[in-house]
Structures are given as structure tokens and as C-alpha cells.
């Protein structure tokens, strides 16, 4: 997953993709409740667990442009 | 005593020969002071062991191809500068390229599987190539505002 975010940050000037080696990172990994690794958040979002491949992380990426829901 | 062993940096060697354009490296650590000084924030526990093996590592893969330009930048010392590039974590690896778009930040010691992806990200950057095709540089064009990715990794 690492290398795939890396990949769409040189895709676009818009992603900032930062890799956290959790354990020397502690206080990150409790802010955000990593229990498993690989473990990746868009924009604080809920998150994806495991390698589950690139396409899924450009998914959630361009949902980023999707405006919300207006919930109707 | 180095990192990296005989057979780790000739491998490297072989891969980073086919790097087509140069790869900018910029390491962000603190200097571990010798000083003591009453009243200053001691840096994060882990964070300052990491940064020697951090530079270490870095440099000797960097030695491995004239294609790696790595630039050292020492919290301590351009505080500033150190901020913009890592924001609030140490130590920190920033990659660039010719045709990189974003921001690549790895924090922390890239060891066990996570040094492989330092690898392939280095010949990403160097291969002159895009990484997505263009139906999909087509759909990340349209993106208008920050997108901030996070991945947790650890060293397997």
C-alpha cells in the first residue's frame, strides 16, 4: 500500500502521501487506533485494512472530489 | 559497520542502473546534542534513536547510484526548514523526482519489507515513466483540493 500511495502522490500535486513506521510512531498509531498494518486513511477517513491493492486506494482517493451526500 | 552487506549494495547497483533521470532524497533527522539544555523539549523517544540509522542507510544506498541526490537537513539546526518539509515527525525521508506531482514522505527506519518499498520508489521516481495510466492521471486531475493519504506499515 505504501508503494501504491506513492505512486498516486506522483500522479498528482494534490496527494501528500506519508508512510508512518508505526511502532517508532506511538503516538500516531494510538490517535488513530492502528491495530493491524498495512493500514491507510484518506483524509482521516474510515480506514482500509491490509494490502488490498492499489485500485481500491485510487477509489478512495478520487471519492474525495465526490461531493457529499446531501443524505436525501 | 554498514548496513548494507556486499551482495545488498551490488544488487542495488544492477537496479539503480536503470534509473533514467535523477531522484532527489532529502533526510530530515535532529542532531542528538551533546548539550544538555534545562527547559528544551527533549525529542520524541524513538524518533531520535531512528535518525543516525535513518541517515546511515540512506546514504549508503544513495552511494550505489549517482542518480540519488541526497540532501541532509538537521532539525536542530534549520528548525524551520525541517518543519516545512516533515511537519512535526522525525525523522523523516522525502523523495522527489522530475516528474513527481505530490509529496512522498516515509517517517520513520525503512527496515525488513519496508526497505523494498524504498527501493521500488527510488526506481519509480528515477524511471522517467508515469505511474498511473492516463485514464486515470485524467481522473486525479480533476482533483481540486488536498488529499492526504496516511499509511501505517511496520517492519516485517
Known amino acids: 500500500m505504501a508503494r501504491a500511495a506513492f505512486q498516486l502522490a506522483m500522479s498528482s500535486d494534490k496527494i501528500t502521501a506519508d508512510v508512518f513506521e508505526a511502532q517508532e510512531f506511538p503516538e500516531l498509531a494510538q490517535k488513530y487506533q492502528v491495530r493491524g498494518v498495512p493500514m491507510t486513511l484518506v483524509n482521516d477517513g474510515a480506514p482500509i485494512m491490509g494490502n488490498v491493492g492499489g485500485a481500491k486506494l485510487l477509489q478512495a482517493v478520487l471519492a474525495t472530489a465526490t461531493p457529499p451526500s446531501s443524505g436525501a | ?156
Open chain 2, 1 to 156: 559497520m554498514a548496513l548494507l552487506g556486499d551482495e545488498d549494495t551490488k544488487y542495488l547497483r544492477e537496479s539503480f542502473a536503470e534509473l533514467r533521470s535523477d531522484v532527489s532524497v532529502t533526510v530530515v533527522t535532529r542532531e542528538r546534542s551533546r548539550l544538555v539544555l534545562v527547559g528544551a523539549d527533549a525529542p520524541p523517544e524513538g524518533a531520535e534513536d531512528a535518525s543516525a540509522e535513518v541517515k546511515q542507510i540512506i546514504d549508503e544506498v544513495a552511494a550505489t547510484s549517482e542518480r540519488i541526490k541526497v540532501t541532509h537537513v538537521d532539525a536542530a539546526a534549520d528548525a524551520e526548514r525541517a518543519r516545512t518539509l516533515a511537519g512535526e515527525h522525525l525523522p523523516a525521508i522525502v523523495f522527489g523526482g522530475a516528474t513527481s506531482k505530490g509529496t512522498l514522505r516515509y517517517f520513520g527506519l525503512p527496515a525488513g519489507y519496508e526497505m523494498s518499498t524504498l527501493i521500488a520508489t527510488l526506481m519509480d521516481l528515477g524511471s522517467g515513466e508515469d505511474m498511473v495510466p492516463a485514464e486515470i492521471a485524467g481522473e486525479l486531475a480533476k482533483l481540486t483540493a488536498p488529499v492526504h493519504v496516511q499509511v501505517f506499515v511496520t517492519p516485517g
